[in-house]
Structures are given as C-alpha cells and as structure tokens.
C-alpha cells in the first residue's frame, strides 16, 4: 500500500480508511487530515488522554480503489472538502486534485481491476 501523509481539508465528519470497518485491502491511502481538534468540552487532563485516540481514529481519508467491474472509487473522507474547491479562485491542491480525478473518470477506458 501506497500512503502518503499531507493536509486535506476536513470539518466535523469524517471518513477513514480503516480496514477493519470494510475498507478494501488493495484500497490507497493518499492523504489524511491532519491536527484534528478535540471537541472543546475536552479539557485538561481528558485532553492528554483522548489526543493519542483521536490522532489515531479521528481524521479524513483520500483514498482511491479499483473495483472488479472495471470502475473506482474516489474519496475524500469530509464534506468540508467542497468548501476548498474555489480557495485562491480555485489554484490550490483540492481543486488540482479534483480535476485530475475528474478527468481520469470521465475518460471511457475501464480501470484495471484489482489483482
């Protein structure tokens, strides 16, 4: 598996990869959110204790999948993920992303299944 580590934009739900809940094993992990902040009636020491477990479990996944018949799946983990398309009128890393996905879905050849 492929995995890079980069800063997506994420609000207050979450997708992740997590193969354990049905994630397809052959599933890439691109990307995830970064910083998540703990709810703000954490504080003190019930924020030392729930930091290692929500780094772990609370962030958004960029993941990209092939699937047997031919097609994909791309997702962003964040419905705050739209809200980044127009940042800098649209000359940022979400909205270069996108398009790339775009393109490559909306071409006619059928992506290769997963081995």
Same mark, same amino acid.
């Given at each position: 598996? !492929?995995?890079? !580590?980069?800063? $997506?934009?994420? /609000?207050?739900? +979450?997708?992740?990869?997590? %193969?354990?809940?049905? !994630?397809?094993?052959?599933? *890439?992990?691109?990307? @995830?959110?970064?910083?998540?902040?703990?709810? $703000?009636?954490? $504080?003190?020491? *019930?924020?030392?204790?729930?930091?290692?477990? %929500?780094?772990?479990?609370? +962030?958004?996944?960029? =993941? +990209? +999948?092939?699937?047997?018949?031919? /097609?994909?799946?791309?997702?962003?983990?964040?419905?705050? %993920?739209?809200?980044?398309?127009?940042?800098?009128?649209?000359?940022?890393?979400?909205?270069?992303?996108?398009?790339?996905?775009?393109?490559?879905?909306?071409?006619?050849?059928?992506? @290769?299944?997963? =081995?």
């Amino acid at each position: 598996m !492929t995995k890079l !580590t980069r800063r $997506t934009s994420a /609000g207050d739900e +979450f997708d992740r990869l997590d %193969y354990e809940a049905g !994630t397809p094993r052959h599933a *890439l992990h691109l990307a @995830k959110s970064e910083g998540t902040p703990l709810p $703000t009636w954490a $504080t003190g020491q *019930l924020t030392e204790q729930m930091r290692g477990d %929500y780094d772990n479990k609370n +962030f958004a996944s960029i =993941i +990209f +999948f092939e699937t047997p018949s031919g /097609g994909a799946v791309f997702s962003v983990g964040s419905m705050a %993920y739209i809200g980044a398309l127009n940042h800098k009128g649209f000359d940022n890393d979400i909205a270069k992303i996108t398009t790339n996905v775009l393109r490559r879905f909306s071409e006619p050849q059928p992506f @290769k299944a997963p =081995i």
